[in-house]
């Protein structure tokens, strides 16, 4: 499937928040990332179709989202969207960034109450609340009450809610905050086995999520997408500016630039500078093999940064 954003404008009265963006979605995991308030959430529902564009559209091969009809439904933070284009339907799994529960519901009670929700054929919902438990990791707490679940467990039960049915896009807002290395890494697997299946959308703030996960990483900033393309592109806005700098060197340097990490080497400790502005190389300091986080802050500071210094 193809997804293809163009020119989507959304205003809340007379606040822009998303500002002409324009972006194509293919079969991939794509990381979406930016600070608060860049317009990741509102891309998301736009793209679940949970609100409607101020202007422009999105097209699921081809048809345009509104020139379909949408049957979505929310309730209790748990979303459906099925939009039929020329006969077909285009199904889409949301995981919005505050999911919850009804505490005294088992878990197998909130996935049946999800199936209902979302339409699953009352002879298949026992099959595939136990396939989709199973696929998270969760077979063992079925009988558990929700309001026992760990903050991790209550993700992965979102996950398994959003992947009823067959949805050929899938959007997770924040999927990890707050898991703890374990759930971490059960969350990881469950997005790996998912991938080439289907688009995945994962907004978040860590990159660390993006570099173990995502194809393509979205960069967006104040409702507008800086970049967007795979990883190595990515890290290519930072390439040739990334030094290792001593403390006194640090003092010492000029023209806007982002101390990102230090580190102590041999003793010294040694700061990584990421050089922003028109600033692209130092001579007689150690260069330093550029990454994806440099990369994607040097995105997002440059154009803010180019009469300031970030220490």
Partial sequence: MVIEIKELTKKYGRKEVLRGISLQLETDTYGLAGPNGAGKTTLLRLLANVQKPSRGEIFFDEESMRSGRSNGSACLNCFV???????KT????????????FPELTVYEQMKYFACLKGVEPRKQNGEILRLLEAVHLEEKAETKCRKLSG??????????ALFGT???????????GLDPEERNHFNEIIR?????????LSTHLIEDVRNLCGRLIVMDSGRVLMAGELEQITEAARGRVY???????????????VRNSVRKSG???????????NREMENHRPCEAEIEDGYLALLKGKEAMNEKYL
């Avoid at 949805?167 to 905050?177: F, G, I, M, Y």
């Fill in 193 to 201: 086995r998912l991938e080439g299946r289907l688009t995945i959308v």
């Fill in 81 to 87: 969207n099925r939009n039929r284009f020329a006969g």
């Fill in 90 to 101: 285009v199904e889409v799994g949301y995981l919005p960034q505050k999911f919850g529960c």
């Fill in 167 to 177: 949805p050929r896009l899938l959007l997770l807002d924040e999927p990890t905050v």
């Fill in 268 to 278: 010294t400790e040694l700061f990584r500078v990421i050089l922003l502005g028109e």
């Fill in 244 to 258: 290792e700098v001593t403390k006194a060197e640090l003092e010492k340097l000029e023209g806007p630039f982002l």
């Fill in 152 to 161: 991790g467990m209550v993700r992965r039960l979102g996950i398994a809610q």
